[in-house]
Nanobody, 117 residues
Framework: QVQLVESGGGLVQPGGSLRLSCAASTSYSLFAMGWYRQAPGRQREFVAAITRLNQTNYGNFVKGRFTISRDSAENKVSKVYLQLNSLKVDDTAVYYC?????????WGQGTQVTVSS
């Protein structure tokens, strides 16, 4: 079983920054964790992911504005961060943490990011 808990969302002005965190509670040695987001009326979309080998992947819309990282103290992924910079109004969404184990996907409850002046 895997439980994912996100934190760090909030209200920020355009051009501002936020840092999201996601902690995994599990005995599994997770290989990768990532972030998705879903805005009202839109499909959930991939934001970023990182593996325990520190390989990263980003959605096309990120364009260098977001950075994913993880706690490096362990040889597994158990806590990840998503640094959001140069935020735009279009980045407003619920951001979900995601991972998988043995073909099963796990999701956090989501954290709201609102970008507004």
């Amino acid at each position: 079983q895997v439980q994912l808990v996100e934190s760090g969302g909030g209200l920020v002005q355009p051009g501002g920054s936020l840092r999201l965190s996601c902690a995994a509670s599990t005995s599994y040695s997770l290989f990768a964790m990532g972030w998705y987001r879903q805005a009202p009326g839109r499909q959930r979309e991939f934001v970023a992911a990182i593996t325990r080998l520190n390989q990263t992947n980003y959605g096309n819309f990120v364009k260098g504005r977001f950075t994913i990282s993880r706690d490096s103290a362990e040889n597994k992924v158990s806590k990840v961060y998503l640094q959001l910079n140069s935020l735009k109004v279009d980045d407003t969404a619920v951001y979900y943490c995601n991972t998988g184990w043995m073909g099963v996907e796990y999701w956090g409850q989501g954290t709201q990011v609102t970008v507004s002046s």
